[in-house]
């Protein structure tokens, strides 16, 4: 199994950037991927970006791209997630997750991270 510890959320204004980090411990070395959702208050959790952990190959959400950068550190197990010009509506709890294959859903989460975005 692997353990997930999200960091680096916090309040920022509107325009402004964060970086998310997740540090993975554990099962690292099977690793198929590893994603970053996030859930506003009553609404569902939603997908933001992904990266596989070989590859690097990326993936995001319609709403994030071009503002977000997810990337990873393997030698550190690290992920992060780069948010950029951050917008009220990105308020959120963001969740890491990680995976050990593409054919399975996000099964391994992290404990999540409040990220707030003033107006």
């Known amino acids: 199994q692997v353990q997930l510890v999200e960091s680096g959320g916090g309040l920022v204004q509107a325009g402004g950037s964060l970086r998310l980090s997740c540090a993975a411990s554990?099962?690292?070395?099977?690793?198929?991927?590893m994603g970053w959702f996030r859930q506003a208050p009553g609404k569902e959790r939603e997908f933001v970006a992904a990266?596989?952990?070989?590859?690097?190959?990326?993936y995001y959400a319609d709403s994030v791209k071009g503002r977000f950068t997810i990337s990873r550190d393997n030698a550190k197990n690290t992920v992060y997630l780069q948010m950029n010009s951050l917008k009220p509506e990105d308020t959120a709890v963001y969740y890491c997750?990680?995976?050990?294959?593409?054919?399975?859903?996000?099964?391994?989460w992290g404990q999540g991270t409040q990220v707030t975005v003033s107006s």
């Open positions: 990266i596989t952990w070989s590859g690097g190959n990326t």
């Open positions: 554990g099962r690292t070395f099977s690793i198929y991927s």
């Open positions: 997750a990680a995976r050990y294959s593409g054919y399975v859903e996000y099964d391994y």
